[in-house]
């Protein structure tokens, strides 16, 4: 059997299992010779733990987090404020250079969100209740997705270029218990339409 990975492998008539085998060679080199790669190999103990029946997400997430907790989980690019001297205009500029959290930075920060959720005075979260998300791929958008999880609650992803009678129309039929907005997504429109669909809220 050929590889379905693109057409220059059939050219070269490679098989299955020779591309297994020079991955495998590959791999074992790689965890032999690089250190940082070496770190990233998974724990047999956690995969195993995950996998025993009747385990819920909540739990696997809870035990992964701990079990990989000094080593880094997220990475973003470093950015900085820089003021335009000709207009007076501020912008974001990207750093060449990443900076990360840990399993364990990552869990505390996921703790405290879904704490501040679970008591919060006017709209506490229960499981099983809706949580909208709205905005970009980020470290903070991870971090309410797996405070969800952690609270047993279900996040409705919305689309960021999606119009807000679309987000209008999500919220009318889940009505989320919190939606969760990034900054550069929370503009007047949207909230009219948060409000429209709220009324209540």
């Not at 490679?14 to 060679?25: C, D, I, M, P, S």
């Not at 501040?116 to 809706?130: C, I, N, R, V």
């Not at 970009?136 to 969800?148: G, M, P, Q, W």
């Not at 409000?195 to 209540?200: C, E, V, W």
Request: with cysteine; glycine share 6%; proline share 6%.
């Amino acid at each position: 059997m050929m590889v379905g990975v693109g057409p220059g492998n059939q050219a070269m008539g490679v098989t299955t299992n020779a591309w297994q085998e020079r991955v495998a060679r590959r791999t074992a080199e790689l965890y032999a010779n690089d250190a940082e790669v070496r770190d990233t190999r998974p724990r047999k103990d956690i995969a195993a733990a995950v996998l025993r029946p009747g385990m819920r997400l909540s739990q696997i997430v809870a035990m992964v987090m701990g079990g990989y907790a000094d080593r880094p989980a997220l990475g973003q690019r470093v950015h900085e404020l820089v003021t335009d001297r000709a207009t007076g205009r501020r912008f974001v500029r990207l750093l060449p250079e990443f900076e990360t959290l840990t399993y364990r930075e990552l869990w505390t920060r996921v703790g405290v969100v879904a704490s501040e959720w679970q008591h919060h005075p006017e709209y506490p979260l229960s499981a099983g209740d809706f949580v909208c998300i709205l905005g970009f791929t980020s470290t903070d958008c991870t971090t309410i997705d797996l405070a969800c999880i952690h609270r047993g609650a279900v996040s409705v992803p919305l689309q960021t270029s999606a119009p807000a009678v679309q987000h209008m129309a999500i919220i009318a039929v889940t009505k989320p218990r919190i939606v969760a907005v990034g900054i550069d997504s929370l503009t007047r429109p949207w909230k009219r339409c948060w409000l429209a669909a709220r009324p209540n809220a």
